[in-house]
């Protein structure tokens, strides 16, 4: 299934609140129960062989290659958002034309099973675009999916961005997605920082592509446990708790 799908993983962060401890380390390198964040979303994908993943770094970037020094990686300077983060990747797939895997390297707790299903609905459905989605009554900073008056994709609508009614949508978009080559690289030349963080977002590409005729789909193979991103202090002991008790170790 794997066989024609490799992988970008945005892992460029500085972690600013995670600093509070005096740790210098970029957010990817922090640890939660003994490991490195970026190492459990790396054994989450480790259905690709390594030469397959490209790390998206930038600061300390460094140290994340010396770090994981058996995967390709490209540098993002400035960190102008998401879909400049993979913009930056575009040259380590010329003449790629598979389907691509586009992650966060700071999401330790979603498991393989997850990325598996989100690429077998993404290639049975026969969509451009299969982004992952969970379900949670938790006030989490994540982006609103919209859904049409059908139920299908819309559009979404990142948290700094919602509307009092979109802030209140409780399927959110975890921000892993499965995009066939050639579209992702066309929707990213569309791309403009027209939203309150100046940025340029990867979530309006599948919004353009939907917009041009495209199938986009919405896989709900996330729990809301299994979403939970690494910010701040807190949320690295929330992680690191539950990695233990996944571990019996709690």
Known sequence: MAENCKAIIMAAGKGTRLRTDGVDLPKVLREAAGRPLLS??????????????TLVVGYEGEKVAAAFPNYPKVFQSPQLGTGHAVQCAESAFQGFEGHIFVCNGDMPLLPR???EALLEQHLREGNVCTLMAAVTDDPLPYGRIVRDQEGGFLRIV???????????????????YVFEAGHLWRALTTLRPDNAQGEYYITDAPVWLRKQGKKVGVCAACTAEDMIGVNDVEQLRQVEE???????EA
Request: include cysteine; glycine fraction near 10%.
């Open 158 to 176: 990142e948290d700094k961005d919602c509307t009092p009614e979109e802030k209140r949508i409780r399927e959110l978009n975890t921000g892993d």
């Open 40 to 53: 459990y979303v790396l054994e989450g994908l480790g259905f690709l062989a390594p030469e397959d993943i």
């Open 113 to 115: 099973k997850s990325y």
């Open 242 to 248: 539950i990695i233990k008790r996944r571990r019996g």
